[in-house]
């Protein structure tokens, strides 16, 4: 390819240094969260206090942009691109060395936290899935005979407990019951004929009755409403539990009804996961009764539970209550406008979302508009969007684009499966311009982008210090376009996914840009079109 030839044609210009006072706040803040917050170097070297960490981050970023100005000054005539490079890697190093400098005596207090946990957590699921009989559970639960023992934690996952098994495992839980906190009990019935499974369901419900559980994962066990009730002992017996799992257990509107029938107290519920289910409406009616009284709810999922119109609107109004709400996955029901409107209503009060997975819900460009309009004016650390395959046109992409440019801790964006083209492309696109500096994947695949929108989304991104991942297969890009983008991504060509499944002849006959000539004609008309909009601006 002719590189002088292509750049005459590149419509844009992006400066990427100086980056702007919020920019630089926001990276700020992110460098204080990595001083205080647990990670790899934490454990290691131990963290600082808030106060502490607020100055020291200051300073860093203070060092680090000086050092990477004065590199920018060193080569006027470049894109900044280096420079935001040194910026981040100072950033990086300063870290580093701050954190050094903490005394790392919480090394020995964090091993023997280490050695604490591996003695309070029991998990036999590990390895293939076996049926479990009453010989071969005697031998695999002899430690939990043991006297004095700390177990907090069980995982039974992935064992199928037969009759026999279950008759071993009962006094042995029942024995723990006052000192267990979280027991896991998904897939434990596998392949049982469902009057064995139902008896061994009660085995260990009146085994685990009278428990005080923070946590209980039921998933993976297709309980329907039968197992829900064969569960009915320990449910009703639970009224501090923090976490509650029923995920792939057909649960449908009779087992719903029974799951908040049996549910006695949902005051401390923190998560609620229902996801792959036939709750449909009338399940997600009794759904939304638990959700009222989960006023602590901090993550609900409830995708893939064929769910309409009125089960949305019930579930929107529900989650208005839930104001501690950190993630909200209702992805894959056909919740439609009029539910979207009502979830609008409800996140707008959400002020602490973190990620937001709102994808195949069919809420089409008016629930899209309504519902990115709320997060804008909430959910200020939002980190994760998700709105793929929602019938979503470039007509709605200046109030999409407007609310991503708010939202500087974005990580990941999801607009895949929807119709937004190039002129929507292009809209998002330079929303993420500014700042955006922890951003790391963005799916923009089958919205029948052109060499335009391509180009304009992986210039923008690429120059992003922490991204991994732009996926903008199953477009109709030219091949020159795949080329070109391609060269964009060829000193990090992991960070472009496979454009196996684009289709540069995908357009109508009229709108094809093989040619050189029309297509420049075509981005020319394009880039007129866009020069003076502005992002935030609505139609």
Request: net charge negative; glycine share 6%.
């Amino acid at each position: 390819m002719d590189s002088t030839a292509n750049s005459q044609h590149k419509p844009f210009s992006i400066k990427l240094w100086p980056p702007s006072e919020s920019t630089r706040q926001v990276l700020v803040h992110r460098l204080t969260n990595n001083l205080t917050s647990n990670s790899i170097f934490t454990q290691k070297y131990g963290a600082l206090n808030k106060e502490e960490a607020e100055e020291n981050a200051e300073k860093i970023e203070d060092i680090a942009f000086n050092t990477a100005n004065g590199h920018y000054d060193r080569e006027p005539d470049g894109d900044g691109g280096a420079a935001v490079q040194l910026y981040a890697k100072e950033c990086s190093k300063l870290l580093l060395e701050v954190l050094k400098r903490v005394p790392a005596a919480k090394e020995t207090e964090l091993a023997s936290q280490n050695n604490a946990s591996a003695e309070t957590f029991f998990d036999i699921s590990k390895g293939p899935r076996t049926f479990l009989e009453a010989e071969e559970a005697e031998n695999l639960l002899t430690p939990l005979k043991d006297p004095g023992n700390s177990y907090t934690k069980i995982c039974f996952s992935n064992r199928s407990f037969g009759l026999g098994a279950a008759r071993v495992a009962g006094p042995i839980l029942a024995s723990l019951k006052n000192q267990l906190k979280e027991v896991d009990l998904s897939d434990f019935i596998a392949g049982r004929p469902e009057a064995e499974a139902l008896e061994v369901m009660n085995i260990f419900s009146t085994a685990l009755e009278g428990s005080v559980l923070e946590s209980l994962n039921l998933s993976n066990n297709a309980l329907g409403e039968k197992g829900v009730r064969a569960f009915g002992a320990l449910l009703k017996s639970q009224g501090c539990l923090e976490e509650l799992y029923l995920i792939n257990d057909g649960i449908s509107e009779e087992a719903a009804r029974a799951v908040c029938e049996l549910i006695p107290s949902a005051e401390k519920l923190k998560v609620l996961h229902f996801h792959n289910n036939m709750t449909g409406d009338e399940g997600a009616l009794a759904v939304s009764d638990v959700v009222k009284r989960s006023s602590l709810l901090e993550d609900f999922r409830c995708s893939s539970t064929r769910i309409g119109s009125e089960g949305g609107i019930a579930l929107a109004e529900a989650l208005e209550s839930c104001t501690h709400l950190r993630k909200l996955d209702l992805r894959d029901n056909m919740f439609g406008v009029e539910a979207g409107v009502a979830l609008s209503k409800a996140l707008s009060k959400h002020l602490d979302l973190v990620e937001v997975y709102l994808s195949y819900l069919n809420l089409e460009d008016e629930g899209v508009v309504v519902l990115v309009n709320a997060l804008k004016e909430s959910a200020p650390s939002l980190e994760v969007l998700e709105m793929a395959g929602n019938d979503i046109t470039a007509d709605a992409a200046p109030t999409i684009a407007a609310c991503i440019a708010a939202k500087q801790h974005l990580t990941k964006l999801n607009l895949a499966e929807n119709e937004l083209k190039d002129e929507g492309t292009i809209q998002i696109s330079k929303a993420l311009e500014e700042g955006h500096t922890l951003l790391k994947e963005v799916d923009m695949s089958n919205n029948f982008i052109r060499r335009a929108g391509a180009r304009h989304l992986a210039q923008v991104v690429v120059q992003k210090p922490g991204f991994a991942l732009l996926n903008i297969n199953g477009n109709i890009i030219s091949d020159d376009g795949v080329d070109e983008v391609k060269e964009i991504f060829n000193k990090c060509p992991d960070m472009l996914a496979p454009l196996d499944e684009n289709d540069p002849e995908g357009g109508d006959d009229d709108e094809e840009v093989g040619e050189a000539e029309a297509e420049a004609e075509a981005e020319a008309e394009l880039e007129s079109k866009m020069k003076n909009l502005e992002v935030g601006q609505e139609e």
